[in-house]
């Protein structure tokens, strides 16, 4: 995604929502060649690295839905303290890596 255009993110995203989102491995491989046939002459490098590390893919297919919402879960990534560290001057929440929460909880006490 980081090769993808602002203004293209969102809708590359959705498009790519039914191959992470498939029952099987067939049906995800065919997700990703529809993919290819919309995106992969603007992007042909999404539709590759996935195609590269399909080996690794495969298992993570192969667990019921339940178990995939429990292994990714949607909000990890967004509020974990590395996503703030890797930020210059912290996103704002009161996480242990964000210096400006610590002064402000510092100055209540």
């Excluded at 590359?12 to 029952?23: E, M, S």
């Excluded at 839905?65 to 703030?84: D, I, K, N």
Aim: with cysteine.
């Amino acid at each position: 995604m980081r090769y993808v255009t602002y203004r293209g993110r969102k809708q590359v995203a959705a498009d790519l929502k039914p191959v992470y989102r498939a029952v099987n491995a067939d049906a995800a491989a065919e997700a990703l060649q529809a993919f290819d046939q919309t995106w992969g002459e603007r992007y042909p490098m999404i539709a590759e690295s996935w195609r590269a590390r399909w080996e690794h893919i495969i298992p993570f297919l192969a667990l019921p839905a339940e178990l995939r919402r429990a292994v990714t879960p949607p909000t990890a990534s967004r509020t974990s303290p590395a996503r703030c560290a890797a930020r210059r001057r912290g996103c704002g929440c009161r996480c242990a890596v964000n210096p400006a929460s610590r002064i402000v909880e510092r100055r209540r006490a």
